[in-house]
């Protein structure tokens, strides 16, 4: 019985032939991302932002947002933030808290209910999401302080590693697939919560594994191929190791296309960034790890250990013993 190949033994892509290309695109995405998050903003959820957040689905056609947002206003607990969620029959209505213990908290969010029960009598709701505004300060830190932790060990790990040309290449790597991760939370407004950090260290370390296996190649062809050049060389690994690439990308879609139209709603956000940062990881992991290599002037010759002229003095130091020459 013959295996199944999607990528043939032979193959043999010019895939740095694209790399000036590649990096002027992957450097404007990431001023566009920079600029919609900066200009735009996330849709922070209550998880950062504090207050109570619940989820209205009507059975039949939802009315107008603005209609909602009438009806949510008259209820009496600040402006609301309605935004569409999951499906088109569904939303997410977040208000502030109000000033208060517990006990008002909950008091507001029973009036939420009713009142969206009272304007929609045919809509079904959630259980009410309370965070405290000292809540969610803590979480943002904390969150915040994850990912960058992430970023720095992994730093340290590819700088240990590799040597110090690879570490480079893998760190443009992960600031291009954040970036471009958080531009797309700001174009789709979809909710950035607890679950969209977990889904931001989850690419993070997808591309840890990715940039390790295609970096494991390139070094090994180094000391392969003393005579070939880099470009050529740095094609050979990229095709060596694109079954693989191809491979795991392909079982990642499957299963996270699966949740995304199959899972529940809870876990909508987290699916989709990761949809998108794996995408974006394929992509970066064949056009964005290498051509760093190129312009910090890595070749087969790079990582072999120089010879001071003492050394090569002391090799041809020739001392007679017993009648051989050692």
Request: aromatic fraction near 10%; proline fraction near 4%; charge should be negative.
């Amino acid at each position: 019985m013959r295996l199944l190949k999607l990528v043939p033994d032979d193959t043999n892509f010019d895939f740095l032939r694209w790399r000036r290309w590649a990096s002027a695109a992957s450097f404007l995405l990431v001023v566009i991302s920079i600029a919609l998050v900066a200009v735009r903003g996330l849709n922070l959820g209550v998880d950062f932002v504090g207050g109570q957040s619940v989820r209205v689905e009507f059975p039949q056609e939802m009315p107008p947002i603005e209609e909602i947002r009438e009806k949510v206003d008259a209820i009496g607990l600040g402006d609301p933030t309605i935004q569409q969620f999951g499906s088109d029959k569904a939303v997410s209505i977040r208000t502030g808290l109000p000033e208060g213990d517990k006990a008002s908290a909950d008091r507001a969010g029973e009036r939420l209910v009713a009142g969206i029960q009272q304007a929609f009598p045919t809509a079904h709701t959630g259980q009410v999401e309370t965070v405290s505004g000292k809540v969610s300060e803590e979480l943002i830190r904390t969150g915040a302080l994850s990912l960058a932790l992430a970023v720095l060990g992994i730093s340290i790990y590819i700088w240990i590693r590799f040597e110090w040309q690879f570490g480079v290449g893998a760190l443009g790597r992960l600031f291009h697939e954040v970036s471009l991760t958080f531009g797309f939370f700001a174009v789709t407004q979809i909710q950035f919560d607890l679950n969209s950090v977990a889904a931001l260290l989850t690419i993070v370390g997808y591309s840890l594994n990715d940039t390790i296996v295609v970096y494991d190649r390139i070094r090994e062809n180094l000391k392969k191929y003393r005579k070939m050049e880099i470009i050529p060389l740095l094609n050979l690994s990229l095709n060596e190791t694109l079954s693989r690439t191809i491979m795991t990308t392909a079982a990642m879609f499957l299963a996270l296309g699966v949740l995304l139209l199959l899972g529940p709603d809870v876990i909508f956000g987290f699916t989709a960034a990761m949809l998108f940062g794996i995408f974006v990881g394929f992509y970066s992991s064949i056009l964005m790890s290498t051509p760093v290599l190129v312009w910090l002037k890595v070749g087969p010759d790079s990582f072999i250990p120089r010879t001071t002229a003492a050394d090569g003095a002391e090799r041809t130091v020739r001392r007679e013993d017993d009648g051989a020459v050692v």
